[in-house]
């Protein structure tokens, strides 16, 4: 409705018209007098600091749905009537009234200053009553905070009417520029002119001034302000909490962070250190010597060092899990080691964290799980970096074994014991894996030749010796950690039987770097204790076998070629029999020409011509068994010779007879000559094989020619004359 029209001059307009909501005009001023009443000198009046705290919250409460907008500025007038008299505990209450308007009036600077003088109002009470006010203080410290961040900090004029005024969370849409405007909040509370910095209770403004950031989810702001707070006052028996809280927060910004972000792993390594930090709120150190008669802050202490730091431990080790699994997942190279840098990080902080954990208590119930955890944190670094083709620093992998040998070897406990021995000889067993990259990388220049087989001599099977090599230090450690788990992992406690798997591993070691005093008994004891029962026995046994062969002991070959069968299966009996067979086969050639020489070294007589005649036998028999050998040739001419020398002539052109009938199948010939396309698998030509086999027979027909004729036997010795010129193989 229009204005009212002023009243006549010099005279005020009536109370309740429009004119009056104009402007603020105060009801209740300074030369108000109440009511008179009787009281005895020096006494206030009764009730009436009472009264007008309650006309006060009348106004504060707007009670009065026509009040308008200046109900604020008439509570104040009137709990500043209240507080004529200093009246306990009505005076306090109204000044924590008049205070709590002041905020509401968005007028944060006077609100400040009101609530820390009622601060001080209530210290001195506490010196007298012995009353410390908490609830009144804790209510200032929440206003006092919350007034703090305000951008407007002045706000509005005194007389103006209450009129709801935007603030930074109201006008900015980016909340991180929102948090930037409000660290000013920071600032104001360390300014000694707005907030004492010296009292007991400054510090109490400095966490609500945190807790104010954290409830409107301004994280880095909170951080900020308790970091600020811990340094000031290091000593306060609540910074172990502000300082899990630092971590706490920092954990929620690293979950908001975009995955594989800078910031995100910055968050939370950052999340980590703080934890990490807990560690100087137990033992000898001046926070526990600061707060000794405060139990509770000690004892609280305690539970947040090893809740948060075994916590953050966890929760790394738990993510490079996560990680690793993720690499698993993935077919794409690149892909998959993202992932695993990942995992790297993530174990690298589980490090960090196991080891803080343990060095606050080494002692703890839960220190023997710690220790286990802390050695699956360094090994994984070590393990990971090899899979991505870095190389581990010497002192990543010492601290890996150490850790992984100490859970191992630790009389505290077994529960770890196997998994701790695998991880020493995985350790090893990747320090060689990356040595061997780096020698096929660099060609040579770098790392460690990975050994598969045996070195010889020469390439001649008859004449060449096996090389022993110096096995390298590496190689030996490998060797030691698989011996240390065998000799401590009983076979009931290693349900993958990695023990029997590391047993013949070490026995390769050796065998293939040419130590086959070495191998041999690692190898026998494998064959002693599971011949015919599993693959380690049967490996085991063809490794001797290769052993002896390959020194050309055909005492022990002979002895391993008919001895007891380690095979374990129908397939491995197949597979033996296969390898016996021609062993077997080599033995009985072998021996047959160690007769014949010791025949040519004989001088003449009747023991000569009986091992003339046991060398022809012999050789007939190797010959009857496998006539396509390689020794064939050889011994049919040997075999004929003996027979030769002890006059049986007959059973000479015997012998060049079943040379040529085996040794010289046309089948094989053609075979040799052309390969075979239609065969499964197809076999190639092999001309060089050819050439010498028709040389072979080319020189057993001849022989056989000329032993018809020693035996007078013409019509026969000239039939195998045309034989010989009619076999296009001998054409030239």
């Known amino acids: 409705k229009p204005p009212a029209k002023p009243g006549a001059k010099g005279k005020a307009a009536p109370a309740g018209t429009a004119e009056e909501e104009l402007a603020y005009k105060d009801p209740y001023p300074l030369d108000c007098k109440p009511l008179p009443q009787p009281s005895r000198p020096g006494e206030d009046p009764r009730y009436l600091a009472e009264i007008w705290w309650q006309i006060g919250n009348n106004h504060f409460d707007q009670v009065d749905p026509k009040g308008g907008p200046y109900n604020f500025n008439r509570a104040v007038s009137a709990y500043q009537h209240s507080m004529q008299f200093k009246k306990p505990p009505v005076y306090g209450v109204s000044m924590y009234k008049q205070a709590w308007t002041y905020f509401k009036q968005q007028r944060y600077k006077t609100a400040v200053d009101e609530f820390v003088k009622l601060l001080h109002h209530a210290d001195k009470l506490e010196a007298k009553t012995g009353d410390p006010g908490a609830d009144f203080r804790q209510e200032a410290f929440t206003y006092i905070a919350g007034s703090l961040t305000y951008v407007d900090f002045e706000g509005p004029p005194g007389e103006h009417p209450y009129i709801p005024r935007n603030d930074v969370l109201d006008t900015e849409p980016n909340p991180l520029i929102a948090e930037e405007k409000m660290a000013i909040g920071i600032q104001r509370v360390q300014d000694p002119a707005l907030i004492p910095q010296d009292k ?11 807790q104010e950031y954290i409830e409107i989810t301004q994280n880095r702001n909170a951080i900020a302000t308790l970091e600020l707070t811990l340094k000031k006052y290091p000593m306060d028996r609540d910074a172990p909490v502000m300082q899990n809280r630092v971590a706490d927060l920092y954990d929620q910004l690293t979950r908001l962070a975009p995955e594989g972000s800078p910031a995100k792993a910055e968050y939370s390594s950052k999340a980590l250190e703080a934890r990490t930090k807990l560690a100087a709120y137990v033992g000898a150190t001046p926070w526990t010597d600061a707060n000794r008669d405060d139990p509770e802050a000690l004892s609280q202490a305690e539970q947040l060092v090893k809740g948060g730091l075994r916590r953050a431990a966890a929760d790394h080790t738990n993510a490079g899990r996560i990680f690793y699994n993720k690499a698993l997942e993935l077919s794409n190279p690149g892909e998959q080691k993202v992932q695993i840098e990942k995992a790297i990080d993530e174990y690298r902080m589980a490090e960090t964290g196991w080891s803080g954990y343990l060095n606050q208590d080494p002692n703890a119930l839960d220190a023997y799980e710690s220790k286990f955890w802390l050695a699956d944190a360094r090994y994984w670094v070590v393990v990971l970096q090899v899979a991505i083709n870095r190389t581990p620093t010497p002192t990543e992998v010492q601290k890996a074994r150490e850790a992984a040998v100490a859970v191992r070897d630790s009389n505290e406990d077994d529960k770890y014991m196997q998994p701790a021995g695998y991880y020493v000889v995985t350790i090893a067993e990747k320090v060689l894996e990356d040595l061997y990259r780096k020698h096929e990388e660099t060609k040579g220049a770098q790392g460690l030749q990975k050994r598969e087989e045996v070195r010889f001599n020469g390439e001649d099977p008859n004449t060449r010796t096996v090389i022993k090599d110096p096995i390298p230090a590496q190689v030996l450690d490998a060797v030691k950690a698989r011996d240390e788990y ?30 086959f005093a070495g191998a041999k008994p690692r190898y026998q004891a494998l064959v002693d204790q599971h011949c015919g029962k599993d693959e380690w026995g049967y490996k085991a046994s063809d490794k001797l076998m290769s052993m002896a062969l390959f020194e050309r002991d055909n005492a022990t070959t002979k002895k391993l070629a008919q001895g007891k069968s380690c095979a374990y299966s129908e397939e491995t009996k197949k597979d033996e029999e296969g390898k016996r067979k021609p062993i077997q086969q080599g033995v009985a050639y072998q ?80 075979k040799l000559k052309n390969g075979d396309t239609k065969a499964k698998p197809p076999v190639v030509a092999e001309p060089k094989k050819y050439e010498e086999r028709v040389k072979y027979l080319k020189d057993a027909y001849d022989a056989l020619a000329g032993s018809y004729v020693l035996f007078f036997d013409y019509p026969k010795a000239a039939q195998t004359f045309d034989k010989i010129s009619s076999i296009e193989h001998f054409l030239p």
């Open 200 to 210: 007991k209770w400054s510090v109490e403004i400095y966490k609500a001034l945190a």
């Open 486 to 515: 065998n000799a401590r992992i009983p076979v009931d406690r290693d349900p993958k039987g990695n023990g029997l798997l590391y047993a013949f591993q070490n026995a390769e070691y050796f065998f293939v770097y040419g130590d």
């Open 591 to 670: 021996e047959a020409s160690e007769l014949f020489k010791k025949a040519e070294g004989m001088p003449d007589g009747p023991e000569r011509q009986k091992t003339w005649r046991a060398a022809a036998i012999a050789y007939k028999t190797a010959l009857d068994a496998a006539p396509g050998r390689d020794e064939a040739p050889e011994a049919a001419m040997n075999g004929a010779f003996a027979w030769k020398k002890v006059g049986e002539y007959d059973k000479a052109i015997e012998m060049y007879e079943l040379f040529i009938s085996k040794y010289g199948s046309e089948a094989t010939l053609q």
